[in-house]
């Protein structure tokens, strides 16, 4: 099991929030929110799903 899947796993079992940081835009959809940065500043938030 690719580590990113247990992450999604254990959000959806438990309730718990994640911290991913990645370049990959397909593991970024995964995700329930996205965050877009440039030069350190949140310029988008995306809510994926």
Do not use: P, S, W
């Amino acid at each position: 099991m690719a580590i990113h899947q247990l992450f999604i796993d254990l959000r959806n079992q438990f309730g718990q929030t994640f911290v991913m940081i990645t370049h990959n835009e397909e593991l970024a959809a995964m995700t329930d929110r996205t965050l877009i940065m440039k030069d350190g500043k949140i310029t988008e938030e995306r809510y994926n799903k």
